[in-house]
């Protein structure tokens, strides 16, 4: 187990050619890392959006997580930011990211 590890839910969505987004199956990935990445603020006048998220670290290599799925971290809906990596030799790592505001 990983010092400090947490427990992220996956859930799987689809896309069609249109645009519609499809909710699929979830599966719990366990454990992981999560360390804050830093926030950024829109430099729009009158605008109060806030993006914010986090580096995940998983030991599990080729870890079951793709660009187009929603994680749930802590309560909070994210999406996953760019594409799975591998992490040292065995595991992935990958960004999950929510808009505020």
């Given amino acids: 187990m990983l010092p400090g590890g947490e427990s992220i839910t996956v859930v799987r969505t689809t896309v069609?050619?249109?645009g519609d987004e499809t909710i699929g199956?979830?599966?719990?990935?366990?454990?992981?890392?999560?360390?804050p990445i830093t926030s950024?603020?829109?430099?729009?006048?009158?605008?109060?959006?806030?993006?914010?998220?986090?580096?995940i670290y998983s030991y599990e290599p080729n870890a079951d997580v793709k660009?187009?799925?929603r994680l749930?971290?802590?309560g909070n809906e994210y999406r996953v930011r760019g594409e799975i990596?591998?992490?040292?030799t065995?595991?992935?790592?990958?960004?999950?990211?929510?808009v505020r505001g």
């Fill in 16 to 18: 069609n050619p249109v």
């Fill in 25 to 35: 199956a979830s599966h719990v990935l366990s454990p992981v890392l999560l360390a």
């Fill in 40 to 55: 950024t603020e829109s430099e729009e006048p009158d605008s109060d959006v806030v993006t914010e998220g986090f580096t």
């Fill in 67 to 69: 660009s187009t799925d």
């Fill in 72 to 74: 749930m971290i802590r």
């Fill in 85 to 88: 990596n591998t992490w040292l």
């Fill in 90 to 98: 065995t595991g992935s790592v990958f960004e999950a990211v929510r």
